[in-house]
């Protein structure tokens, strides 16, 4: 369609300047992970969750991308974590340059990770690359056990997936078992944490499974 | 930002298709709904609830848009109510061009009411006009209460606002008399319709309003 081809001068662009970005992160140490989720899924909260498990062994970073407000931006800046928010305007994604910007106000020789939360989309955030290491996704427990045939690209490009809101599932009919199946089918290896941020449960698999990533690239 | 410039021909193009598609459903007397919500938000459930109040009275189609899969469309043919799918393949919003090729495979001379389900994304299917009468937005409980703070675009397009899952309201800390409040900064003319699909809570004021709307575009 249409569409695509006209985008294309615009990936060309972004993957050019994520290569930039991804450049100067590695030369300053820093892991960055650009987690992604419908909107309300739970991004802000699982990352305040992460920050809290992992605050002593690293300086963390967030940049917020939102279309408006700085409403989870003043969030993380309450946990005394570094925050940019970027608003897009009307754009439903994180773009590289937007990055770049937030990258230049953050103290980047004193940070060791990096938490991008994107824009609330199953869609266009998956298609651009920013120079992160891994891309993650969140899908919470009322979204449905259907969304992996709706949306399979996000499933696809995540490096892990969360699902968050486990302390509802008495509430919803999700099944998590054939959620497991077609992730699985979709992205074999991607491991799978329920998590809820309300009980606790799943977060230190997730922190765990993290801290080796973080690991992984100090070593490599 | 140059994504607007460049995608600006694509509007221009999707209006007049837009345009035509609006002229062919006034001639044949449909009224068209246009249904926007983040992925998970009850769209298809609140669909299925509002044919079983009103197809009695109206003959109703369906329009399903997914970037993938067939899911939706099949629980609305279930329902005895002619359905056509569009899989979007990466897009993240219904366009003008994929509305004209659903309403060609549609029975139009026998249908009062045709109601679109949009992709699940709260930002980019508020850009595109489609021919409809109304656009229409769902926000579920479980997202929370800030979303008008952070996707203002969706709550000022949508001539109604439906607040669904309602009776997960004890499980979740959504304020409704803020969110009521914020939505009728931005959007004073639209009526806010908290419902349940599980307990039947509020369906009957949404579907009255609807009548309404359909009544008034049948005596224009």
């Given amino acids: ?9 615009i990936l060309d662009k972004n993957d050019r300047l994520a290569q930039s970005n ?3 992160l590695h030369k300053k140490g820093i892991f960055t992970l650009d987690l992604m989720a419908s909107p309300g899924a739970g991004k802000t909260t699982a990352i305040l969750a992460t920050i809290e498990a992992l605050k002593d062994r690293y300086n963390i970073a967030v940049i917020e991308g939102d279309i408006a407000s700085n409403v989870d931006a003043l969030k993380i800046k309450a ?11 009307g754009i439903c994604h994180l773009e590289s340059d937007m990055i770049r910007s937030a990258l230049d106000q953050l103290p980047l020789d004193n940070l060791d990770f990096i938490i991008i939360e994107n824009v609330g989309n199953l869609v266009c955030t998956t298609e651009f690359y920013l120079g992160e290491d891994a891309k993650v996704m969140i899908l919470s427990v ?6 992996p045939h709706k949306y399979p690209g996000i499933f696809q490009t995540s490096k892990a997936v969360l699902v968050s809101k486990t302390d509802t599932l008495p509430v919803f009919d999700f099944d998590m078992d054939d959620f497991n199946k077609t992730v699985g089918s979709l992205n074999p290896k991607a491991p799978i944490f329920p ?16 801290v080796a990533q973080i690991e992984a690239k100090r070593l490599s």
């Fill in 22 to 24: 991804k450049e100067l």
């Fill in 79 to 89: 946990a005394g974590i570094p925050a940019v928010q970027i608003n897009t305007g």
């Fill in 1 to 9: 369609m249409t569409h695509i081809d006209i985008n294309k001068p």
């Fill in 142 to 147: 009322p979204e449905g056990d259907d969304k």
């Fill in 195 to 210: 998590v809820s941020a309300k009980s606790g449960e799943g977060m230190s698999d997730w922190t765990e499974w993290l």
